[in-house]
């Protein structure tokens, strides 16, 4: 088997010629005196929505299993506000049996093209039905129909099994709205602390740590 190409470490040429570009993307000093992590992740997805050439709000969710061992997988964000972050899936998947039992969380985005990341750790609470719904009635109808064929994260004998679920569930609702299963639901990661950081040449990343304190967020740098 031939290794996989892994990429040199940069020289002190391409850090020299990335130097300007990371500088002017990642060199904004106000960061470190906002008042909470929200308006500037906010920012900063919008950036993302502008230059990462799809699903700009993917983050990996770490939850932990059954057997204490973290569990990690790649899920969209779909709502973010002084709240938390709200995603959506189905509560009898492994992430959703997971959070069921270990309420707490963590997430990551990775911008590649802006050089940036966002950690977030934080508790997890369910979102109310009326949210669930107003989300679910916002999907395309073959999605609704999909997450009431799907029996997410069991086993799958084959392809024409899973093709049979959603004719089933596609005959079964045809002239109808399709509503929100029971098992569909979202969870919202209350955050304890959110990670900013930036790329900067020769490894010497910023790295901006906000943690809530009381009602208000406490902010400091850390090393890189």
């Known amino acids: 088997m031939t290794a996989p190409v892994i990429p040199p470490s940069p020289s002190r040429e391409d850090y020299a010629r990335d130097y300007a570009a990371a500088l002017a993307a990642n060199g904004d000093e106000t960061l470190i005196d906002r008042p909470d992590p929200f308006g500037p992740f906010i920012g900063w997805l919008e950036d993302a929505r502008r230059h990462e050439p799809n699903d700009a709000n993917a983050m990996s969710l770490a939850t932990i299993d059954a057997g204490d061992a973290p569990d990690c997988r790649i899920v ?35 911008w590649k093209s802006l050089r940036r990341q966002v950690r977030v750790r934080g508790v997890v609470e369910p979102v109310s039905e009326a949210e669930a719904d107003a989300y679910f009635a916002t999907r395309a109808r073959e999605s609704r129909i999909g997450a009431w064929a799907s029996d997410q994260s069991r086993p799958l004998p084959d392809r024409a099994t899973l093709e049979t679920a959603v004719g089933r569930e596609t005959a079964r609702f045809e002239g109808e709205d399709v509503p929100r299963p029971e098992r569909w639901t979202g969870w919202r990661v209350v955050p304890s602390a959110v990670e900013f950081w930036r790329d900067r040449p020769f490894r010497l990343h910023d790295r901006i740590l906000f943690e809530r304190d009381g009602d208000g967020w406490a902010r400091r740098r850390l090393w890189p």
């Open 76 to 110: 969209l964000l779909k709502d973010v506000d002084a709240r938390g972050f709200t995603f959506y899936s189905n509560a009898e998947s492994a992430k959703g049996r997971q959070l069921a039992a270990h309420a707490s969380a963590a997430l990551v985005f990775h």
